[in-house]
């Protein structure tokens, strides 16, 4: 690299450089720049001390601005307390609510922003904002074929439905994974995703399952692998309706499921069990 001046082009302070030597902090203003291919590029936090921390005399437009520039930086922290100061300014405002509530309300507990996210919803005024702050919300839930599912069914419901839905998931938010895919299932049974998701929380009930019966039987998977099984084959027939790159996503699953020791019993017969449905 060659000799470079590491000065701050906003106050002339020096400008210390990280580990990596590709990040720069101006040790008077904190102003951040990016080092690549021997030039200095200044990077969008610019002067932080002064623009991002700072709020005496901030309105809540520029504290809504603060704080998604905190949020972009990672510091969710200080990102929240900025949005908490715009709504101790203006009480009713939806972006200010959505920012607080998803950088954890008021941070007391691990569901403390779901009461964020039904004061939010309460203030939209168009459907944009409904579905920003819903698809928000379900950010928090644990799987993305299930964030799917849901947001699926909210688009496709009429709007005076929408706020029910928006209030069974919200509730479900931290519950046991297998009582949300309960849910998904019940709102969206046409849904591939919410099968999917379904069959993969229970599918820690076939780990190291054999095979039952004997000559005259034949040797098939105990009842309860077989209720499992039967999840698998819903949410890949579901897929298949719907395209073949949904149906790749569950038999790419399925196979990777195969080369685990402790599921291959159980997906050898669902693999079978999946050839009669091609």
Known sequence: MAKISLICEQCGGNIILDDSHDIGTCENCLAQFVIKQDKVIQEITQNITKHVYGYKGKDVEELLIDGY???????????????????????????????????????????????AYREAYSLTSDEKQEIDTFINMVNY??????????????????????NNIFMLVSGVIGCDESEIASLAVDLCPEDWRAHFAMAKFRQIRVKWCELEGGFLTGKRLPNHAIE????????????????????????????????DGAYKVFANKLKTRIKYER
Not at 230 to 247: D, G, M, P, R, T
Request: glycine residues 6%.
């Open 69 to 115: 520039k905190l949020q972009d930086l990672g510091d969710d922290s200080k990102a929240n307390t900025k949005f908490k100061q715009a709504i101790d300014i203006e009480p009713n405002c939806w972006s200010a609510w959505l920012g607080y509530a998803s950088t954890g309300g008021d941070r007391t507990g691990y569901l403390s922003m779901v009461p």
């Open 141 to 162: 839930l644990p799987d993305h074929h299930l964030r799917s599912a849901f947001i699926r069914a909210f688009n496709l419901a009429k709007h005076g439905e929408r």
């Open 228 to 259: 499992v099984l039967n999840i698998f084959v819903k949410a890949y027939q579901l897929a298949k309706s719907e395209n073949e790159i949904a149906a790749d996503t569950v038999i790419s699953y399925i196979d990777e499921m195969s080369k």
